[in-house]
């Protein structure tokens, strides 16, 4: 199996992570004209509901057995590794289930909570009955999370990136054909064909669980599995309360994380609802922002993703080797890759939100979906930041300024929801705008306190990523003038997705390169990702012709 630096690392698992995210979005077109407004709103109150459960379940422990794999093999411990593996599939395997049993038995008070006094739309049998589809997967995708952590932790960055990919896939498939299948061939209910498409996460598990064993399996003796390593004398209690220590942050950050897009979901439903609005456009803005914009954000989103997966087992590292002016380099390098990046995908995607839209989920309301993916995906640029800078104070072993932050951020986010939705109402805006706002602000007072931490206890600076914000803003302001310049001059006809799909492209290119270009020209590229990387990339992107100079 080969083995990843942070750099490699970082883009194998970004472009997995891009690769499935990317398969995310597009499976959403046929799926969403298959089953229309309502039935995305059904299929949104189930997925939201199952990633909490998943997060509560296993969001932890990839990165908590990545990090303690990593940390014994830094000091020589194979057998304390090894055990590590197998401690934290019995774990799992705990957890799992009683995870499954209270999501299927609960699944009908959660479905009242969510839909409340809402009428006309969707019932509260409809969502309970798709929610409990959804919790078989729970019985899966957990022990997904230990293997992938235990080869990553090894460096070890292809297998469960492509196993990401295959889940991904073989969900898409059940998605799609159970969903077709159910409607147009045995004409089975709306709320049948979700709870079908729901189904698909857990036979995704399945074929990704086939792929990652067969793998191990065959690398077990590279892999410290094949028994024949030197004991050592850490215990498994001492191993059951390290990896319980490392996961619970995890899970707390994670859960916070599925929390706001439910607390979301549930305030702007009952909010809008109080406010006299219908049940159609209710439950449309409701899933909207829940589910459907976020399906479209996560292209940015598998850049914090991608990143985490390769920089906490190497700020572990450089942690245990007490290292800190790596910790403080690796950190200011993560943020900055996420500035560079993610803010002009964000624009971009902003100034084309109708297009971009119409492409994904049609015409129908497409006003009002264009303004809300518009709004909404700026929350992403944010939500990388948070990412990166709670997953440094975990690898940092700070669980207590964990625990702090992500709850001062929540804490901001759930109180602010509702009076500021009210606000935006009561200012002739949609008062979804508010509920956004409101995330904006969770993530960025927890970036903001986490960054303050770092910088008092360990004299992290951060200079070079501030100047590194400023200079951005130059080529981010000349694609924003390109861009709105040839919206301007090229027609757009919405109600066709070729003419979206070719506008969206073109716009998205032209603006790419003149953002990329002067990126370059002054010189942000090749201190971000350094020019020996920069030249793989162009050779390899123009097949060995072109050498940067």
Same mark, same amino acid.
């Given at each position: 199996m080969k083995r990843s630096s942070f750099i490699e690392g970082t883009v194998i698992a970004t472009i997995a992570i891009f690769v499935t995210k990317i398969l995310g979005m597009l499976y959403v077109i046929p799926f969403y004209a298959m089953i229309g407004i309502q039935g995305s709103a059904l299929y949104a109150y189930a997925y939201n509901i199952y990633v909490i459960f998943l997060d509560i379940s296993s969001a932890g422990l990839p990165v908590a057995i990545s990090k303690i794999i990593k940390e014994y093999n830094t000091l020589g411990?194979?057998?304390?590794?090894?055990?590590?593996?197998?401690?934290?599939?019995?774990?799992?395997?705990?957890?799992?289930?009683?995870?499954?049993?209270?999501?299927?038995?609960?699944?009908?008070?959660?479905?009242?909570?969510?839909?409340?006094?809402?009428?006309?739309?969707?019932?509260?049998?409809?969502?309970?009955?798709?929610?409990?589809c959804v919790s078989f997967a729970i019985l899966v995708i957990p022990f997904l999370s230990v293997s992938k952590g235990y080869l990553q932790g090894h460096n070890i960055i292809n297998v469960s990136s492509i196993s990401q990919v295959i889940e991904q896939v073989v969900r898409i498939g059940v998605i799609l054909g159970g969903s077709f299948l159910a409607l147009n061939v045995f004409h089975l209910s709306l709320t049948t064909s979700v709870g079908i498409a729901v189904f698909g996460a857990f036979m995704g598990g399945i074929a990704a669980i086939l792929y990652i064993a067969h793998n191990m399996h065959k690398n077990k003796k590279e892999l410290g599995l094949d028994?024949?390593?030197?004991?050592?004398?850490?215990?498994?209690?001492?191993?059951?309360?390290?990896?319980?220590?490392?996961?619970?942050?995890?899970?707390?950050?994670?859960?916070?994380?599925?929390?706001?897009?439910?607390?979301?979901?549930?305030?702007?439903?009952?909010?809008?609802?109080?406010?006299?609005?219908?049940?159609?456009?209710?439950?449309?803005?409701?899933?909207?922002?829940?589910?459907?914009?976020?399906?479209?954000s996560m292209i940015v989103n598998a850049i914090a993703m991608g990143l985490s997966v390769s920089l906490i087992p190497n700020i572990v590292e450089a942690f245990t080797l007490k290292k800190w002016n790596l910790v403080e380099s690796r950190l200011n390098k993560a943020l900055q890759i996420i500035l560079v990046t993610c803010i002009p995908m964000v624009i971009g995607i902003s100034l084309l939100a109708k297009p971009i839209w119409s492409i994904f989920y049609g015409t129908d309301a497409i006003e009002l979906g264009g303004l809300v993916l518009a709004v909404y995906i700026f929350a992403a640029i944010f939500f990388n930041l948070y990412m990166?800078?709670? +997953? %440094? $104070?975990?690898? #940092?072993? &700070?669980?207590?300024?964990?625990?702090?932050?992500?709850?001062?951020?929540?804490?901001?986010?759930?109180?602010?929801?509702?009076?500021?939705?009210?606000?935006?109402?009561?200012?002739?805006?949609?008062?979804?705008?508010?509920?956004?706002?409101?995330?904006?602000?969770?993530?960025?007072?927890?970036?903001? +306190? %986490? $960054?303050?931490? #770092?910088? &008092?206890?360990?004299?992290?600076?951060?200079?070079?990523t501030f100047k590194m914000l400023v200079q951005i803003i130059v080529p981010t302001v000349?694609?924003?003038?390109?861009?709105?310049?040839?919206?301007?001059?090229?027609?757009?006809?919405?109600?066709?997705?070729?003419?979206?799909?070719?506008?969206?492209?073109?716009?998205?290119?032209?603006?790419?390169?003149?953002?990329?270009?002067?990126?370059?020209?002054?010189?942000?590229?090749?201190?971000?990702?350094?020019?020996?990387?920069?030249?793989?990339?162009?050779?390899?992107?123009?097949?060995?012709?072109?050498?940067?100079?």
């Open positions: 411990m194979m057998d304390a590794k090894a055990r590590a593996y197998q401690v934290g599939k019995k774990i799992i395997s705990f957890i799992s289930v009683a995870a499954f049993i209270l999501l299927f038995v609960f699944a009908g008070d959660i479905a009242k909570l969510i839909l409340g006094e809402l009428q006309g739309g969707n019932t509260i049998s409809d969502a309970t009955f798709v929610i409990r028994g024949n390593v030197k004991k050592d004398e850490i215990s498994n209690k001492e191993i059951i309360k390290k990896i319980m220590q490392y996961a619970i942050p995890f899970i707390i950050i994670d859960v916070s994380v599925s929390l706001y897009n439910f607390v979301d979901m549930v305030f702007i439903s009952r909010t809008m609802t109080a406010l006299g609005f219908d049940a159609m456009t209710t439950e449309f803005i409701t899933s909207s922002v829940a589910t459907w914009s976020g399906k479209i990166i800078t709670s +997953s %440094t $104070l975990q690898s #940092l072993n &700070k669980f207590k300024a964990v625990y702090l932050t992500t709850l001062l951020g929540y804490a901001t986010n759930a109180l602010l929801d509702v009076p500021l939705m009210l606000l935006s109402y009561a200012l002739g805006f949609q008062p979804f705008i508010g509920a956004i706002l409101a995330s904006i602000l969770g993530y960025s007072v927890s970036v903001v +306190s %986490t $960054l303050i931490i #770092l910088r &008092k206890e360990h004299h992290l600076k951060y200079q070079e000349l694609m924003v003038l390109v861009v709105v310049g040839i919206q301007l001059v090229l027609p757009l006809e919405l109600t066709s997705k070729v003419s979206c799909i070719f506008y969206v492209a073109v716009v998205s290119i032209v603006g790419a390169f003149v953002y990329l270009f002067i990126a370059y020209k002054s010189g942000i590229l090749e201190k971000v990702f350094g020019r020996e990387y920069l030249n793989r990339i162009v050779k390899k992107l123009t097949f060995g012709k072109i050498k940067l100079s």
